[in-house]
Nanobody, 127 residues
Framework: QVQLVESGGGLVQAGDSLRLFCAASGRTFSYYTMGWFRQAPGKEREFVAAINWSGDITDYADSVKGRFTISRDNAKSTVYLQMNNLKPEDTAVYSC????????????????????WGQGTQVTVSS
């Protein structure tokens, strides 16, 4: 089992920045590809970003490329999502997820591929 706890969400204005944190516990963190997903009210969950076990492979949704950066610190069992130039359409509950994929050189952008999920953190961007 892997437990994931997100933090860092909040209410900000358009153009502001936020950094989300996802702390993992329970299993060897470096065995897992980590992803961030978000879900806005009345919408489907959507992929935001993912990073492989070593941090050298990343993927982003087109809607956040150039504004969001995913990173990880395996020594701290934590994955981060730096969000810059936030827009009202970024408003959603952001959840991190873990996919067991040791030494993998690929990342996945499909929610169903992930094994473990956190409870989410709310990000609200006002215009």
């Amino acid at each position: 089992q892997v437990q994931l706890v997100e933090s860092g969400g909040g209410l900000v204005q358009a153009g502001d920045s936020l950094r989300l944190f996802c702390a993992a516990s329970g299993r060897t963190f470096s065995y897992y590809t980590m992803g961030w997903f978000r879900q806005a009210p009345g919408k489907e969950r959507e992929f935001v970003a993912a990073i492989n076990w070593s941090g050298d492979i990343t993927d982003y949704a087109d809607s956040v490329k150039g504004r969001f950066t995913i990173s990880r610190d395996n020594a701290k069992s934590t994955v981060y999502l730096q969000m810059n130039n936030l827009k009202p359409e970024d408003t959603a509950v952001y959840s991190c997820a873990a996919l067991y994929a040791p030494l993998s050189a690929r990342v996945r952008n499909i929610a169903a591929a992930y094994d473990y999920w956190g409870q989410g953190t709310q990000v609200t961007v006002s215009s």
